[in-house]
């Protein structure tokens, strides 16, 4: 009886495997979408504990997780110590890496949809820039031009100042790459670069002016690091990426509408200018608050959605969530070897990341360039 019922589950099992190959041949993915979200969520769990119980001081998940709860006997099992690295280090920078992972892989996905490319990325085509370029003009200029900002804001001035440059980026990228309804990509790269590199210019000047304190906050910018993770920072910017995230959800059908043309997803009843000017806002909020709290982190956005749309396919319900948790996974991924491949000393995320996505990049580059006209 055991051996049968061993014997009917693997047949049930090859069917399931069977159906979700038909599916796959037939064009649905949703079966397949739904699994790998599933996987995914898990992979996030997973990654999230080993992130909190990776570095030199020695500490359990379980020990971790009875304390965390209050269970009895935790307080002996962890010293006050290893409490304070966990608590005050480790989680606050697992939290901000699965924030900032989220935040540029779903910021990756909708500006694809939104050009209808899979070129478009907030560090490919100048966006990060403007979002650094914002941030560092708050450091720089903040006490001389900016003191009512900081006056209304307070520690979310950062965030709205990294925001707003980001907004600004993207508006002039999409007025300059679209013409007659239809976007360029050779016009959106070439337009990324040069705003890319203007933002950059005017930023070196900003640094160029500042102070000896000011470097070393601007320094943080560099390369991109979430070493400097507290809860302050996950409190000014964590609720403007949430926000983002929770709205693009919403964006979903209107994405999927919009790979058949503005034309077309207009007369599908899809109100495209109001669908723009979410989609715009919400992924300049999402990369402005990340970068101003990690700073440019390059190559996620364009790595993750293309991977998972090669996988599950195009339909944004799916491929939007699905990002969400393999950009945050993969981010905290990249840290934890950012943090432990030369000790004691940390590499900056950004290298991780960059050896990782350029040569993807470069990939996806000569295999679309004969259908995207470069």
Not at 30 to 44: E, F, G, H, N, P
Not at 47 to 62: P, W
Not at 84 to 105: E, F, N, Q, T, Y
Request: net charge positive; charged share 10%; proline share 4%.
């Amino acid at each position: 009886m055991h051996r049968s019922e061993m014997v009917a589950g693997d047949g049930r099992s090859q069917s399931f495997a069977a159906r979700l190959k038909s599916e796959w041949h037939m064009g649905d993915r949703s079966r397949l979408a739904q699994l790998l979200i599933l996987v995914l969520l898990v992979a996030a769990a997973a990654m999230f504990a080993a992130s909190i119980m990776t570095g030199a001081a020695d500490a359990s998940l379980g020990n971790v997780l009875r304390w965390l709860l209050g269970m009895e006997g935790a307080e002996q099992a962890l010293s006050v110590r290893d409490r304070i690295i966990i608590l005050d280090i480790r989680l606050p920078r697992a939290v901000l890496g699965m924030l900032v992972g989220a935040s540029l892989a779903v910021s990756g996905a909708v500006m694809q949809g939104l050009f209808r490319n899979p070129l478009a990325d907030p560090g490919l085509v100048g966006v990060s820039s403007g979002a650094s370029l914002g941030a560092v003009l708050l450091i720089v200029l903040g006490s001389s031009f900016f003191g009512p900002l900081f006056a209304i804001f307070g520690f979310y001035a950062l965030p709205v100042a990294a925001f707003c440059g980001g907004l600004i980026t993207t508006l002039l990228l999409y007025k300059i790459a679209t013409r007659s309804g239809q976007t360029s990509v050779a016009t959106m790269l070439l337009a990324g670069i040069a705003l890319g590199a203007l933002a950059g210019a005017v930023t070196g000047v900003l640094i160029f002016m500042a102070d000896d304190k000011q470097l070393r906050d601007l320094t943080f910018w560099g390369l991109g690091s979430l070493a400097g993770a507290n809860w302050m920072k996950i409190l000014s910017a964590g609720p403007i990426i949430l926000v983002s995230l929770a709205v693009v959800p919403f964006l979903a059908r209107g994405l999927n509408a919009l790979t058949l043309g503005e034309a077309a997803a207009f007369h599908m009843g899809i109100p495209v200018q109001r669908l723009k000017n979410i989609a715009i806002v919400s992924v300049a909020a999402s990369t402005g608050a990340s970068v101003a709290v990690s700073g440019g982190i390059g190559f996620v956005g364009i790595v993750v959605p293309h991977v998972l749309r090669m996988l599950i396919g195009p339909d944004h319900r799916y491929l939007l969530p699905a990002s969400a948790l393999l950009g945050g996974t993969l981010l905290i991924f990249a840290d934890m070897i950012a943090r432990t491949i030369v000790p004691p000393a940390e590499l900056p995320i950004g290298i991780i990341t960059a050896f990782a996505g350029a040569p993807f990049f470069l990939w996806i580059l000569l295999r679309g360039r004969a259908h995207m006209g470069l």
